[in-house]
Nanobody, 119 residues
């Protein structure tokens, strides 16, 4: 059974940076499309950034040119480098790993890590 564990969240001032990590276990990460989502209080969970098993990336318009998603398949870890943070980036951040085969869908979520941007 796969498991994802996020780390790296915390309190940062506006304009600061954080790097989130998501460590995978029990799965071969290279087979999965992976993403970061976030959920702010009172709002729906939204996609922040994704990177496919082939390495193709996509970003929400609100984080383009500020956030960078990457992964290390050997270390089985997904990253999200967040720069130029603004208060609107405050949310719980979740990592996701997803894979479809002929017979089964795999969909794993981490427990979330809090990011707070405030002075």
């Amino acid at each position: 059974q796969g498991q994802l564990v996020e780390s790296g969240g915390g309190l940062v001032q506006p304009g600061g940076s954080l790097r989130l990590s998501c460590a995978a276990s029990g799965i071969t990460l290279s087979y999965y499309d992976t993403s970061w989502y976030r959920q702010a209080p009172g709002k729906e969970r939204e996609l922040v950034a994704g990177i496919t098993s082939a390495g193709t990336t996509k970003y929400a318009d609100s984080v383009k040119d500020r956030f960078t998603i990457s992964r290390d398949n050997v270390k089985k870890t997904l990253y999200l480098q967040m720069n130029s943070l603004v208060p609107e980036d405050t949310a719980v951040y979740y990592c996701n790993a997803r894979r479809s085969t002929w017979s089964k869908e795999y969909d794993y979520w981490g427990q979330g890590t809090q990011v707070t941007v405030s002075s």
